[in-house]
């Protein structure tokens, strides 16, 4: 499968509780972005990267929360101090470069916190 | 804040009939428009994709119109079948360092 994956699938932590989740790109995509996503809601842009190279970041819900692509290659998306209403489906998506408009999305990570 | 909204929460189709589904936005900066299809449980899925300076494309049994006159663009599916059911998205994309902005999404049903 040449899709973008993302691990785990299905997250349930109680609050207060640090969650990571990954991300791997289509190999090829040099950018790289996060999305949340809430019931009956479409996606909400939160950062992306392109290579390593985090260049937006101030649409990140709290400071709570970070991201990093270290190698250029995955990313890891990190929540710290978990709250209710952080549950929802965190979605990551890559583009290849010069087709920003055609993003690729990978199955999301649904995080439910208790 | 949103750029882009669908009409209908909801529509149900029979199956074999023609599907179209509407989107408003009032972003008129916007570079690039894009339909994209989300089956439960499963991350969005590209559909097809219109340049702000088009006005129609076709897709395999898909077609995006896009009329800047009134801000509106509509995803047309002809032939509905079962696996058409879906939530459908309609999204912008305003180029740079920005990423897409996403609608509320319509469910489409399918009666056999």
């Known amino acids: 499968d040449t899709g973008v994956s993302q691990d785990p699938r299905h997250k349930i932590t109680k609050r207060g509780q640090n969650v990571t989740f990954r991300c791997d790109p289509i190999s090829e995509h040099n950018r790289l972005y996060w999305y949340r996503q809430t019931l009956g809601q479409g996606p909400e842009f939160l950062t992306y990267?392109?290579?390593?190279?985090?260049?937006?970041k101030s649409r990140l819900l709290s400071d709570r929360f970070s991201a990093e692509r270290p190698k250029g290659s995955f990313s890891t998306l990190e929540i710290q101090r978990t709250e209710q209403g952080d549950s929802a489906m965190y979605l990551c998506?890559?583009?290849?470069?010069?087709?920003?408009?055609?993003?690729?999305f990978g199955p999301g990570t649904r995080l439910t916190v208790l | 804040g949103e750029s882009v909204g669908l009409h209908l929460p909801t529509l149900s189709v029979q199956e074999g009939d023609n599907s179209i589904i509407n989107c408003a936005y009032s972003?008129?900066?916007?570079?690039?428009f894009i339909w994209y299809k989300q089956e439960s449980g499963k991350g969005p899925q590209f559909i097809i994709d219109i340049r702000s300076n088009m006005d129609k494309r076709q897709g395999q049994r898909v077609t995006v119109l896009l009329n800047k006159t009134v801000k509106h663009l509509s995803l047309q599916i002809a032939a509905t079948q079962p696996g058409d059911s879906a939530v459908y998205f309609c999204a912008d994309w305003r180029g740079g360092a920005d990423g897409l902005t996403f609608g509320k999404g319509t469910h489409l049903i399918i009666q056999p």
């Open positions: 990267f392109q290579n390593e190279a985090q260049l937006e």
């Open positions: 998506a890559s583009s290849l470069q010069g087709h920003y408009n055609e993003q690729f």
């Open positions: 972003n008129s900066a916007s570079d690039y």
